[in-house]
Every structure is written in C-alpha cells, then in structure tokens.
C-alpha cells in the first residue's frame, strides 16, 4: 500500500498567490511516502474562456476507462463512455479531469481513521457528490481526493488522474471551503479581479475577460457591482450569493476540477436549488464538480450524476444517484414516495435516529 500524503503543498489557486510550497523532507517512517514526480498529468488543451466550442469533453475519459478496465475495480460494470449525442455548449469549454480514488484511508491523530477505504471517481461534466451524516468523514476524504491534507493527517491509496497516478497539479484545481472568506470592503467583482490579480499571471488587462466569464459562470451579473458588505457595513450580500462569490474566486484560476466543502451551507431550499442548477451548468461546460453533503431536497438530489454515502468513514455506496435507490430498495430500505432520497439514505444509514426515536418514546412516557 502506499501513499499521497502530503501537507498541502498542492494547493489550489485560492489558498496561496504563489507556488507551492516545496514537499517536505521524506519521512523515516517507510509506511509512507511523498510522491515522486512522475509522467505529468496531460488535459485536454483547455481553451480560453469565451471561445467558440462545440465539443463536449472525451479523451480523458477514455483515459480512464482503460484505466478502470485494467486497475480499479469499479462498482458499476463500467465507467460509461460519454455520449456521442452530448449536447453541444456555446458558451465557454473546460478541460475536466477524470479523477479516480482507490482504496483511501485516511488516518488522523491516534491513527484513528476518518476515512476507511474509499474508491470511487469522477468524470468531467458531472456532478458527484459525497454525502453522509455528520462526521462520517466526507471533508476529510474531499480533502484527501483532492490532495490537501493537514499536518498530522496521513492518506494511503491511490488518486488517479486523467489515468496518472498523481496529485492534482497546482492550478490545475480549485477547492471552495465551507466557510466564505471575503474581504468586506470589496464589491463582487472587485473582489474577483483582486483574486485574478494574485493568482494568475500576465498584465492587468487581461484578467478581466476571465473575471467576466467567472461572474456569468456563477450567475453573478445582477451582484458584481454590489459591496460584499458584512460585520461593519450596513448591508451585506446575501448568503447564496456570497457562497456563489467563493465558487467564482475558483473559477477565475479556470480550473479542471472543483472541489466544494458544502456548497450549500446555511442556504434555504430556495437558493439552494438555484446554486445547484448553476453547479449543473458549470458542469456541463466539462468541469469536473464534487462536493460534499450532508442532505439535499429531492429537485437537488435530481441533480446529482453519482453518489459516495458515507457513513462512520465507511462507503456505503459508490455509482450513479438512480442505482442508489435500487441499492436501497433492493436491501429491503425502498425510498418511500414524498420522502426525498437523501434524508431516506441518512435515515436508513444513521444510527443516531433509533436514539431520537426512543428518547421521543421516553418523553412521551413522562409526559403522559
Ligand atoms: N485532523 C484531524 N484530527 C482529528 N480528527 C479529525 C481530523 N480530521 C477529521 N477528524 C475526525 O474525523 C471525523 C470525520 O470528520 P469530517 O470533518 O471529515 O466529517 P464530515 O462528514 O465532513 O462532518 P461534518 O459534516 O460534521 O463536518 C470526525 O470525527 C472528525 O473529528
């Protein structure tokens, strides 16, 4: 067995304006290792924003299909190949990235293990999410995936990307954590042109088109020129919008992957659904998107192209959102009609709720 374990010397185009740090000294402990760089990763020639495209993305899938075919035993028959009838998108073409996670442990401090053995993937132009009760692990394992690791935290297994054994490249993604951190004073696009500036190279003037395209991507037209506001001022932008302002910081990097912590946190069912519909568009310009979750309404589940249920560091299941629910009612759990799927899976998964169940029991006793 062996390892990716790293600090975050990977990081993503956010969380440092420079290059990344260099790996750290190797370890003594042969359990495991730093990588060494191997063939470097290739994806697709990722054209400008704001090109005319017609293409939906195809080789690096095919990469990792033959990846899939001969190393990583997939839970579904087969990775499917992408439809020859694949809508065609006008609007701007990214590069996704075919990732695959094999077999991942993610062990934290006491060698206690957030994430016990996890493989799964994801393929440009979909939606996965990793979902499951609180603390089951599905951060630690986002983070894992996408090469970001603590200090104290060791990953053994294996990331495959585009068929490359390999961390992602720095650049080559972008992570959206869970809390927004913004600066207040800025309006939105101020805010993004700053972040464009930090991040990218070349002169002034030609992070705009890429600060437009990060503001249509994310919906953002109606915002850009509004203050970010909070604490101090008076008005502040509201939560959807903010967590919208985060994802497009990412995107300004033009990433292959985009990995979200709860994109969803602290929005109502109404805004929710609208960030999730611009996720969807996202990824159907060849993003590869995944996040984690911890329940969503039915119209979100349905927007989801595969699932990783976790529970207590476990996967549950790995494959395709329709096949989940088969899974489940073929084990005897069928998701009942006018419930949403995701609270069926954390009911049917979660211990905690036979607890609540017989607590309410206890009250009712008591209180005649
Ligand atoms: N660096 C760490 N050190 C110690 N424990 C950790 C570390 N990272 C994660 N854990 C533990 O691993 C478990 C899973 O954490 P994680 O944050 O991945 O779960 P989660 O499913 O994202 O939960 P939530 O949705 O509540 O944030 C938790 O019990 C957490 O305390």
């Known amino acids: ?115 016990k053995g996890s493989s799964g993937y994801a393929l440009p132009g979909t939606l996965t999410v990793v979902m499951g009760p609180a603390r089951s692990g599905k951060s630690t394992l986002l983070r894992a995936i996408a090469g970001r690791m603590h200090g104290a935290e060791r990953v053994y297994g294996e990331v495959f990307v585009n068929g490359v054994k390999s961390p992602l490249p720095y650049g080559s993604y972008g992570y959206v954590d869970r809390d927004d951190v913004l600066i207040e004073s800025l309006t939105v696009r101020e805010m993004l042109y700053y972040s464009a500036l930090l991040q990218l190279p070349g002169v002034f003037s030609s992070k705009k088109p890429v600060v437009d395209d990060a ?20 008005k502040r932008l509201p939560t959807g919008e903010r967590r919208r302002v985060s994802i497009a910081r990412e995107l300004v990097m033009r990433p292959h992957v985009l990995f979200i912590d ?26 590869t998107v995944i996040f984690t979750m911890y329940q969503s309404s039915t119209e979100v589940f349905g927007l989801f192209d595969r699932i990783c249920l976790l529970s207590n560091g476990n996967t549950l299941f790995f494959g395709e959102t329709l096949a989940c629910l088969q899974h489940f009612s073929n084990a005897g759990f069928p998701c009942p009609i ?15 709720f036979d607890r609540i169940i017989a607590m309410c029991k206890n009250l009712q006793v008591l209180t005649g």
């Open 215 to 234: 503001i249509a991507a994310m919906s953002l037209g109606d915002y850009a020129d509004k203050l970010i506001g909070g604490h101090c001022f008076n």
């Open 338 to 352: 006018m419930q949403s799927p995701s609270d069926h899976f954390l009911r049917a998964i979660n211990t905690d």
């Open 1 to 115: 067995m062996e390892a990716a374990a790293s600090s975050d010397q990977y990081r993503s185009s956010s969380s440092s304006a420079g290059s990344p740090s260099a790996p750290a000294a190797a370890s003594t402990n042969r359990r495991y290792y730093f990588p060494r760089p191997g063939r470097p990763v290739s994806f697709e020639d990722s054209p400008d924003w704001g090109d005319d495209i017609t293409a939906a993305p195809s080789s690096s899938s095919i990469h990792l299909a033959s990846l899939a075919s001969s190393a990583y035993p997939s839970p579904s028959p087969s990775i499917p190949e992408p439809s020859a009838s694949a809508p065609a998108f006008r609007e701007r073409k990214v590069a996704g990235a075919a990732l695959v996670w094999k077999e991942l442990i993610v062990s934290v401090r006491d060698r206690r293990r957030a994430v």
């Open 262 to 287: 709860e994109p969803l946190y602290h929005l109502d069912s109404v805004s929710a659904l609208l960030l999730m519909v611009t996720l969807k568009k996202l990824a159907s310009t060849g993003c």
